[in-house]
């Protein structure tokens, strides 16, 4: 059975530093291009950052770029996004997914306040 699990969120200060992790089991994440997504409270869920099969290229949304950066490990079948310089408003649940889309897994939460 095909899934997706993140891991790495928690409660840091604004200013702070996280690194988000994406494993897969039942299939690899090698064969995708893959991106980290995020749902804030009553908010929909959207793509901020995507990385291509080839680990060539990388999208970011503007609200994360030079704050943020995705890089996979094909070695351990993970995919990661470092974040930096976090804001209260990048509080949001962070999902991972491949294109085409898996069964999402249940995110990791990432929690920005002081």
């Known amino acids: 059975q095909s899934q997706l699990v993140e891991s790495g969120g928690g409660l840091v200060q604004p200013g702070g530093s996280l690194r988000l992790s994406c494993t897969s089991s039942?299939?690899?994440?090698?064969?995708?291009?893959i991106g980290w997504f995020r749902q804030a409270p009553g908010k929909e869920r959207e793509e901020i950052s995507c990385?291509?099969?080839?680990?060539?290229?990388?999208y970011y949304v503007d609200a994360v770029k030079g704050r943020f950066a995705i890089f996979r490990d094909f070695a351990k079948n993970t995919l990661y996004l470092e974040m930096k310089s976090l804001k209260p408003e990048d509080t949001a649940i962070y999902s991972c997914?491949?294109?085409?889309?898996?069964?999402w897994g249940q995110g990791t939460q990432v929690t920005v306040s002081s």
């Open positions: 997914n491949t294109n085409p889309p898996q069964t």
């Open positions: 039942g299939f690899s994440l090698d064969w995708y291009a």
């Open positions: 990385i291509s099969d080839s680990n060539t290229s990388a």
